[in-house]
């Protein structure tokens, strides 16, 4: 991991079980953080982020589109999220990714259980076309 040039933020939500010291305890960073509220990442932008039955948790303290909005702000171009939530909670917010252009895919979890699923977007880079003046 050390020689792999990514920005890695492990956020546990303050809704989850304590598991900041089991990201510590590999050398990693972390911290607690409510979904539902913006994240103060300035001037850092991430390269991946990974949630974990997030919605499933909180899903009536906030909208998933706001979530998924606060998790493009602070991904890098080309940035991924790996999300494994409940399979109804994954195929509305692929809708929603989608929408916002997003590219996304969803996968099937380790266990090959069918109520748990993994969603896998990446925020797109954008670029204005030259030839459209």
């Given amino acids: 991991m ?12 303050s809704y989850a079980p304590n598991t900041l010291a089991v990201i ?3 050398g ?4 607690y953080h409510d979904w539902c509220e913006a994240f103060l990442t300035y001037p850092l932008t991430y ?17 998933m589109k706001f979530v998924l ?13 790996i999300i494994r939530e409940s399979s109804y909670f994954v195929d509305v917010l692929a809708a929603i990714a989608k929408g916002m252009r997003l590219g996304c895919r969803k996968e099937e979890t380790e266990y090959g259980i069918e109520k748990e699923k993994i969603l896998i977007f990446q925020k797109l880079l954008y670029s204005s076309n030259q030839n459209s003046r």
């Fill in 2 to 13: 050390v020689d792999d040039p990514l920005w890695v933020m492990n956020v546990v939500s």
């Fill in 24 to 26: 510590f305890d590999r």
């Fill in 28 to 31: 990693l960073i972390g911290t």
């Fill in 47 to 63: 390269d991946l982020l990974h949630l974990d039955g997030l919605f499933t948790a909180r899903s009536q303290r906030c909208y």
């Fill in 69 to 81: 909005l606060e998790m493009d702000r602070i991904l890098r171009p080309n940035g991924y999220a």
